[in-house]
Structures are given as structure tokens and as C-alpha cells.
């Protein structure tokens, strides 16, 4: 019924280079054999995952599979699993005979852990059902794709999704708008925080809402960033990543013209908007790529906003303490633009715990009425009143403040921030 | 069913077309007056049995009613039922003593002027003819022609209008002693040619013209003028001088509307007729009903329709009947954050829930 699809993941290949998922048969495992031989029939482990399960069947590609009795060392093929679950297998994992295992597994299997996360909610409510069935198809063929449920005040239900990086997060949004026709609002990206509690718990945390008040240490993943550039726009890079909180590391010259640079930066910092920014400064030259090199300490602030005293889940930031001002601020006017007055003041603020650090104020309406209302025109005055109260019902009631979805997006729309 | 016990009357033709209006009008065509006049009563005979036998309100607007030529306008008003309150719509500068006359004649007794502003610069931005010498000339010849209820129209907000302009033509229109004024706030529709051309200047004032309304409201009734109505006010005396003609419309009573563009509202039906001046003399010339766009009030309309318009008089609307047209959840937030007022039965705005009474009915209705 459905064409196997290939997973998307590209990791490192050892012994198990692919999986791939055929409804009837469950996982298949596409394999070289390093050493020794497998037999159909004969019980596996995969070593860094721990899963067993009995090999259904072996087999080569010619170019079809096609099935043998065993595949031996050298040996390109696929190992029909009978899993159901992909995410039992990972690839780069190495699969070892129950009854004669390998002491070590082969070398250079990582263990991939999302890095960024963002919220994906369907733009139209209705349609939460079609993302969760799309998000599990997904999932069937992308082990590394993590989502669970997420409530937000602003954005109604959806998915906290993980990813391993900023072009698998693009990949993913782009098949499920485009393979599952879905309408989608992704919120500003985020890193995964380790967070030490002051009651000595460690967390992590993957949606700035759920960051801890109370923090004795985070940690924030760092990567290591290697851009590539005509060396008259070295100035522009270095001047980027030093906003950025990058720390330079070292700088070759490739040629006469171009350069490698090479930076430590927080992957937060990159998260946004950073290759657009990359691109245009040195008009369009840089080339790109980072590892992760693991999580640093940094001085990082959960940033609340506040409106009319209740504070927004939905909006809530983690920044570097640097920042956190200049953010606060940022927020607080964007929000003060978006939100139409009410009967009544309205503040909005950012604050760093119980510490304000910017505050406006939406000035209550004065006066809003249709001054003339007659025989005439009592019908477009019912229909504009009635158009009104359709507005309002569209907005999300913040405590007794209404807030238009717009407001919302407009700080955490992913291409609202991009078009800014 | 009894019939509509208020009659409006449109007489579209004006001199020049003002900027910000919105109204059917006719420029021109002095000609065509009287044959205008022919139809109306023609119409009138059409729609007879639809009226009381007893009316309480009779309204002529425009346009500008005075300026329609004086025989045909003495023929409609001879022609027409008599009523208690009978009101024309002028503009100063067509106010005459025989004009006045020939009004008082014609059984008027109540003169609607269209004063708008006392400054002469902004009444150029509105394209207005009359000057600030006309409206008090009109005033004086009304008062000796024996007119003891007159009404003046002014709107505020006009682009380049400062406080200081606001306060005096208030001060202007309270020296002349009127026992009702309606005030206005400009309304400048988007894609008009006047948003075009002053739009900037307004969002400019954007900011100041948030207070006029209550300046208003505050100037007017502290010389004593009663707050009726959202934008009508009218001397507070033993007489009550509020407008028996539009207090009908706000408590939802029906009414006859004759002439293009005019609305009727009868039975749970409204109609408007067609507003092209041709199309309305040649069906009455063939002793036809003009063509009209019909819309059915149902009763969930009704009832939306009394919570609107009841809630922009000052007093409580009666809740008798409304209560599938009011939303619980918002009447009572709205009555926590002081905006309207819940009695026995009945629904008031309080002062600040009528400044915001747009927006507040608004989120009433359910």
C-alpha cells in the first residue's frame, strides 16, 4: 500500500547503514558485515540500544532484496527485523549475534539527541488530529524526530518537537506541510538547557516555560562553527559572531582569497536567524557548518512577560543575562503594538523572576462608539457590532486581557521574527 | 397590525456634494423637483395602509430639504399626515424669512440646522457653504418666525480641529440657545476621497481626538443640556426636547421611510429603496412601488437589534424579552469593570460604559 520510505537521518554508517520500513515486515536493517556472518533465523542485539529480536530474514540487493541464507564479512545486504518501531534501531548502531557477541561495538555510533526545539500547532484547531496522525507517520521513518503534546495559552494544543538541527526542523516542517497538507505555526526556536536546581535536581529542559525559577547552574549546548569566506567579509563574520557570544577559535587561509573560520558559539545563538544574517552580511559568500560539541555553563535568564500582571507561558524567553534587557524590551514593544487597547490599562512587562526589566503601558480606550446610528443605517450599524463581537472572539482572553493570535505570532512566529 | 406611527421623508437635493457625506444626495437637477414631490406622494399613497391613522413623528432629511424648490417643498408638506412632532433638516445658508414662513405654515415645528462648525476654515475642509454668519442669521430668523424647538447638528474631529476649536464651537452653539444639539464625531471612511486627502492629518490628532467626545459631554451638560442619547443632547426643562422622531428608531419602533435610498422598518421587515433618482421617478410615474432591497428581521435580530440601539439612550434598557440577546459571561465582566450597570430587570451603561458603548455592546451581545 505505501512505498517504503528511506529514513532521513544520515548519520555515520557502520554495520547498520539504513533502516528502512516495510508495513507487513516491520524494520529493515541495511548492514555490512564487519565481521564474522549472519543467519536468518538467528537472535541479534543491537549493541547501543539494547534491542533484540530474531533476524526474519537476510538478503542482498540485486538490485531488489533478494534473500540468502547468511551474509558474510564484506557483505553488503538487509536484515529483516520484525520490528515494529523504528525507534528501536538506530543508525550507526552495530548489531552483534545474541549466541557469539562482539566484545566492543564498532567505533563512532553517537547516540543522537535532539538539539532544537520548536512548538508546531496547527493554524486551525481543527486540525490537531491530522497533525499528531502525521507527526506518527513521520515518526515511523525518522527515529530522530521526537515530539510530545504541548498546551500553549496562545497557540491552543500542538507538539513540542525536537530535532537534531536547524535543517532537520526545516525538513520535517516541509514534509508535513507539504506530504500531510497541514497549516502550520512553528513558534521561535529553542536549545535543550541542562538546568541544576537549587534543590540539587538536574533537568532538561526543552521549552522555556518549563525552565526552573529557581537555578543553582544551566548549561546550554555549544557547537563548533566552521564558515567558510572571501576574506574581504572576515570582518563582517568576526563582527557577527562576537554579537553572538562566539568565541574565536582559530582562522586559516584556504587559498589567497578564502578563509576558514572557525568559532565556538552557543547553538542558541544560531538558532534564529543566524545564516540569514551570515548570508547577507557577506553578500551571500559564507558557507556554513557546525557540530555540537557539547553543553557549557552559561549565564542564561528565564525572561517572563507579564501581561496585566499574568504571566504568558506562551512567550516566556531564555536568554544570555547580556541580552536579557534588550529582549525584555523588545518583547514588551512588539507586544504593546500588537495588542489593541482595552477598556481598561493594560501593562505589559518583562521580567527576570520578580525583577522588572521593561514595562509599557496599553492605555485604556477612551471612547469607541458609532456616533450616529439612525433609521438608515441601523442594519451596517448591527453587522459592524456584530463583526466586533466575532473579533473578540477570535482573541485569547490573557486573565481579562484579549489578545489577537496575531500578537502572539508576531513574537513567535518563526518567519514573523525572519521578515523582521 | 396597527402601522408605523413615524414617517421619513428623503429629499436628496443638495447644492454641492459635501466631502464626508455619505447620505444619498442629488446635486443639481433644480428641475426635477417637483416631479421628485409627485413621486413621494404618489409612494406615500402606495404605502398608506402600512402607516398609523395618528402619527407621532414626521421627519424630512436630506440632502438638504430647504433647499427644494419652495412650492414643491409647500406642496409635499401640505400633502403629508399631520404629526406632533414634524422636523425638517436645513442648512443654514438656505434659511429665509420666507422660507421660515412658509415652514410654519406647513404645520413645521421643529428646524434641524446643520450649523456642523463655527470656524470657517474648517467648515471648508468639510465643504460646507455656509458660513459661521449664516447659522446665526438661520437661528434668528427661525426664532422670529416663531420657532421655539430647534435643534443644531455639529461635528467634531475635522481634520486641523485643536481643543481650543472644539471648545468654541461648543461656547458658539450654546450662545445661540438651542433646545437640542447633536454632535457628531467626523467620520472619514477608508477609500473615501476625503481619507485621501485629510487622512494623514487625522491620524496625526489621533491622539487628542480620543478626548473631544468626552469634552463634549462634559461642556454640554454642564450648561445644562440633558445627555440622551450617544451623540444627542437636549435642554433639560419641563418640555422634553429629546427628538420624538429618533427616539423612535432607538426603541425600536417602526417606521415609514419615503424616497431613495429611504429605509423602512415594519413588521420584522426592512426595506430600503432603491437610491437612483430615475429608476424612482419612472415606477411611480407607471404607479409602480419602486424596486427595494428587502431583509427579513428574525427574531433573534429584534432582539440584538432593541440591546444596540436601547443601550445609547440614558435610560436603563428593560431586559422584558431580551435575554437570549444579551451574553451573560460578558454583561458580567463588563459590570466588574464598571461599564454597565444591572438593575431589576434592566441594563444601563454607566457614564464611561456609554463613551466606550461601541465597543461594550458589542461584546453584550451574545
Known amino acids: ?420 | 397590525m396597527t402601522g408605523a406611527r413615524h414617517l421619513y421623508v428623503h429629499l436628496p437635493f443638495c447644492a454641492s456634494r459635501c466631502g464626508y457625506c455619505d447620505f444619498v444626495t442629488v446635486v443639481g437637477r433644480s428641475g426635477q423637483h417637483a416631479a421628485y414631490v409627485e413621486a413621494l406622494l404618489a409612494e406615500l399613497e402606495l404605502e398608506r395602509t402600512a402607516l398609523s391613522p395618528r402619527l407621532e413623528s414626521v421627519f424630512l432629511g436630506g440632502g438638504t430639504p430647504t433647499l427644494t424648490e419652495p412650492a414643491a417643498l409647500e406642496r409635499l408638506l401640505h400633502a403629508l399626515p399631520p404629526a406632533d412632532e414634524v422636523t425638517v433638516e436645513a442648512n443654514p445658508e438656505t434659511v429665509t424669512p420666507e422660507l421660515a414662513a412658509l415652514l410654519r405654515r406647513a404645520g413645521v415645528n421643529r428646524v434641524s440646522l446643520g450649523a456642523q462648525t463655527f470656524q470657517a476654515r474648517l467648515l471648508d475642509v468639510l465643504d460646507r457653504r455656509a458660513q459661521p454668519e449664516d447659522v446665526r442669521r438661520a437661528v434668528r430668523i427661525l426664532r422670529e418666525a416663531g420657532f421655539d424647538n430647534l435643534s443644531l447638528d455639529l461635528i467634531y474631529g475635522i481634520p486641523g480641529q485643536s481643543p481650543d476649536d472644539l471648545e468654541a464651537d461648543l461656547r458658539e452653539a450654546l450662545a445661540l440657545e438651542p433646545e437640542h444639539l447633536s454632535c457628531y464625531e467626523l467620520e472619514a471612511k477608508p477609500g473615501t476621497r476625503f481619507t485621501h486627502a485629510h487622512g494623514e492629518e487625522l491620524a496625526r490628532q489621533a491622539d487628542a481626538l480620543e478626548t473631544y467626545f468626552e469634552r463634549v459631554v462634559a461642556t454640554l451638560t454642564g450648561a445644562g443640556f440633558r445627555w440622551y442619547e450617544t451623540a444627542n443632547f437636549c435642554r433639560a426643562e419641563e418640555r422634553d426636547l429629546r427628538s420624538r422622531h429618533n427616539l423612535a428608531y432607538w426603541r425600536g419602533r417602526d417606521y415609514l421611510g419615503l424616497g431613495i435610498g429611504a429605509v423602512s422598518t415594519i413588521g420584522g421587515s426592512r426595506w430600503r429603496t432603491t437610491p437612483r433618482l430615475g429608476v424612482y421617478l419612472a415606477a411611480l410615474a407607471a404607479g409602480q412601488r419602486p424596486p427595494r432591497e428587502i431583509e427579513t428581521l428574525d427574531a433573534p435580530v429584534q432582539r440584538s437589534e432593541r440591546v444596540l440601539l436601547g443601550l445609547r439612550l440614558d435610560e436603563p434598557l428593560s431586559l422584558a424579552g431580551l435575554h437570549g440577546a444579551v451574553d451573560a459571561e460578558a454583561l458580567e465582566r463588563l459590570e466588574r469593570l464598571g461599564l454597565v450597570e444591572r438593575g431589576d430587570d434592566e441594563l444601563a451603561l454607566t457614564e464611561r460604559g456609554r463613551y466606550l458603548g461601541g465597543g461594550v455592546t458589542a461584546e453584550l451581545l451574545a
Open chain 1, 1 to 420: 500500500m505505501e512505498q517504503p520510505q528511506e529514513a532521513a537521518a544520515e548519520a555515520e554508517s557502520q554495520r547498520l547503514a539504513r533502516l528502512r520500513l516495510i508495513e507487513e515486515r516491520g524494520v529493515v536493517a541495511f548492514v555490512r558485515v564487519v565481521d564474522g556472518a549472519f543467519a536468518a533465523g538467528e537472535p541479534l542485539r543491537a549493541m547501543a540500544q539494547g534491542t533484540r529480536f530474531e533476524a526474519e530474514e537476510v538478503g542482498f540487493f540485486s538490485p531488489t532484496m533478494k534473500a540468502a541464507e547468511t551474509l558474510g564479512a564484506g557483505e553488503v545486504g538487509y536484515v529483516i527485523t520484525g520490528l515494529k518501531d523504528v525507534s528501536r534501531l538506530r543508525v550507526g548502531d552495530t548489531l552483534t549475534s545474541e549466541r557469539n557477541p562482539a566484545a566492543e561495538p564498532l567505533p563512532g555510533y553517537k547516540d543522537v539527541k535532539p538539539m532544537v526545539f520548536a512548538g508546531l500547532f496547527p493554524t486551525d484547531s481543527d486540525e490537531y488530529p491530522a497533525l499528531r496522525d502525521a507527526l506518527e507517520r513521520l515518526k515511523l521513518n525518522d527515529a530522530a524526530l521526537f515530539y510530545e503534546p504541548e498546551t500553549s495559552q496562545a497557540l491552543g494544543f500542538g507538539f513540542r518537537c525536537g530535532f537534531l538541527g536547524l535543517l532537520h526542523m526545516e525538513i520535517v516542517r516541509e514534509r508535513l506541510e507539504r506530504e500531510f497538507d497541514l497549516d502550520l505555526i512553528v513558534t521561535a526556536p529553542n536549545v535543550a538547557y541542562r538546568v541544576l536546581t537549587k534543590t540539587g535536581e538536574e533537568v532538561e529542559v526543552h521549552n522555556p516555560s518549563e525552565m526552573p525559577r529557581e537555578i543553582e547552574r544551566v548549561e546550554e549546548p555549544y557547537i563548533k562553527a566552521s564558515i567558510i569566506v572571501p576574506k574581504e567579509h572576515v570582518g563582517a563574520v568576526m563582527e557577527l559572531n562576537t554579537e553572538r557570544r562566539g568565541r574565536f577559535d582559530h582562522m586559516e587561509y584556504l587559498s589567497e582569497e578564502r578563509v576558514l573560520l572557525v568559532y565556538e558559539l552557543p547553538l542558541a545563538e544560531i538558532v534564529l536567524d543566524y545564516y540569514d544574517q551570515l548570508k547577507s552580511r557577506t553578500r551571500g559568500y559564507a558557507s556554513f557548518d557546525y557540530d555540537v560539541i557539547g553543553f557549557r555553563e552559561g549565564k542564561l535568564e528565564r525572561v517572563d512577560v507579564l501581561i496585566a500582571g499574568e504571566p504568558v507561558d506562551a512567550l516566556s524567553l531564555i536568554v544570555h543575562r547580556d541580552g536579557a534587557y534588550a529582549r525584555g524590551r523588545l518583547l514588551v514593544d512588539r507586544l504593546r503594538e500588537e495588542i489593541p487597547r482595552q477598556f481598561f490599562d493594560v501593562a505589559v512587562q518583562a521580567a527576570i523572576g520578580s525583577r522588572v526589566i521593561a514595562r509599557e503601558t496599553i492605555k485604556a480606550k477612551r471612547k469607541d462608539v458609532l456616533a450616529k446610528c439612525y433609521g438608515g443605517d441601523i442594519s451596517r450599524k448591527r453587522k459592524l457590532l456584530e463583526q466586533q463581537k466575532k473579533g473578540n472572539k477570535r482573541m485569547k482572553q490573557v486573565g481579562s486581557v484579549e489578545v489577537p493570535q496575531e500578537a502572539f505570532l508576531a513574537v513567535l512566529n518563526l518567519d514573523g521574527n525572519n521578515k523582521k
